[in-house]
Every structure is written in C-alpha cells, then in structure tokens.
C-alpha cells in the first residue's frame, strides 16, 4: 500500500512564527503536492513538485514556500504564519505515468494560527 | 464558473437507499475521472477510478461517466452508515509534464441514516 506520511496530525502556532510541514512518501513517487481544504472552497493546491529540487507554483501560492532536496520527503513552509492559514494541510503524491494521475494523500495536519 | 461543479449538501438517505453523487465540468479535454471519499478528520482515499465515458463497477459502487454531457456520477447501492463521509469528485487531462494536477469538486458530504 502507499503511505503518505505527514509529520502532525494537529499544530497551533502563533502569528509571525515559521511553520514547517513535513511529508513523507514510502512509494518513490516522483510528484508529490501541498493542498489545503477549507470548508465550502475544497481542495486548493499551494504547490507541486514533479521532481527533486524542483517545485511549481499551485493556484495559492502566496505566504508560502517549499523544498524538495530528497525524493521522498516535500515540506511545506509558512513564512510568517498568519491567522488566515488556519486550515486542514494535506500532502500528496503520484507516480509519473502517462495515465491516471491518482494521488495518494496523507492524513492531514490541522494547522490553527493564534 | 468553476471548472468543476458539485452539490455540497449535505445529503442524508436511511440506510439500505440508493445514493447517486454527481459533479459536472466544463473541460472538455479531461479524460480521467476519479471519486474519494473523505472520513471526518482524515485525508481523501481513492474510491473509484475511470478512463474516458462508460461505467465501472465495484462491489456496491458504480462510478459513471458521460462526457457528450460533461456529467460524472457514482452510485452507492446498499448504502451503509459506514459510506457516512465526504465524496470529492476529481479530474483531469491526458498527462503530460506541467499537466499532473487534478481538479477537485468540493465535495458533497454524505450522511446513512441507520
């Protein structure tokens, strides 16, 4: 089975602090992505990465940075967390396949900024 | 307009009913079509998998696409209160690099009354 790892199921941090968000696949998945789910706005993809060292903006890029040094690991960084990151985070990933396209996610990490 | 559309409900059926969850899109270049289902609190999980227009079944659930209509559905039949969850409806074109994004609906959560 394909695992998804990521590093917490819940964080609360303050504003102003940085927030790193880790993931971890077990299945040498070449892309692998960071969304956050909010309700009523679904899935919204913040970046991907097809390959190592490699990254591409999502649709919500801003306030938000990742790194991508070894295959298996993505991690997702806030900057300067601010209250209006308060979400579910969810990792993903997917082989590179000319078909289908399935991703794998993690099992989430709820984020609340004070 | 957004690229895909889907009914948030929420919708609730007794158990044993028959439950259809649809979404619509407007790209007319996707050709892969998956449904997850989302437990509270949890990360999406693929539930059903389909190329191009046709049905497809498995075990009590049968994913449906008809794209002359741009209308994808899936139907629970036996529904138990174990298929209690959110249902997220994805999509996409034929892969190709810079191409590996899914397209989310933002989810209809379903409810089995038992």
């Known amino acids: 089975d394909v695992k998804v790892t990521q590093s917490s199921r819940y964080l609360v941090k303050r504003t102003g602090e940085k927030v790193f968000l880790e993931c971890v696949q077990d299945m040498d998945h070449e892309n ?3 969304y956050r789910q909010d309700p009523g706005l679904g899935l919204r993809l913040i970046y991907f990465s097809y390959d190592v060292k490699m990254k591409e903006k999502g649709d919500i890029p801003e306030g938000y940075s990742v790194s991508r040094e070894k295959k298996e690991r993505f991690s997702l960084i806030l900057e300067s967390a601010s209250t209006n ?3 579910m985070y969810l990792c993903a990933s997917s082989p590179r ?3 289908k396209n399935i991703q794998y996610f993690g099992a989430g990490t709820r984020l609340s900024v004070l | 307009q957004k690229e895909v559309e889907q009914d948030p409900g929420p919708l609730s059926v007794p158990e044993g009913a028959i439950v259809s969850l649809n979404c619509t899109y407007s790209n007319s270049a996707f050709q892969y079509f998956m ?9 999406p999980e693929l539930l059903m ?3 191009s227009s046709g049905n497809k079944e498995d075990g009590r659930f049968t994913a449906q696409v008809d794209k002359s209509s741009k209308y994808i559905s899936l139907f629970i039949r ?3 209160p174990s298929d209690s969850a959110t249902y997220l409806c994805a999509m996409s074109a034929y892969w190709a690099r810079g ?3 899914l397209t989310f609906g933002t989810g209809t959560r379903l409810t089995i009354i038992p």
């Open chain 2, 78 to 80: 036996d529904s138990q």
């Open chain 2, 49 to 51: 998998y389909t190329y």
């Open chain 1, 97 to 99: 396949l000319r078909a």
């Open chain 1, 32 to 34: 692998m992505f960071w």
């Open chain 1, 85 to 87: 990151q308060t979400s």
């Open chain 2, 35 to 43: 449904w997850y289902r989302q437990y509270s609190r949890k990360g």
């Open chain 2, 99 to 101: 191409n590996e994004k």
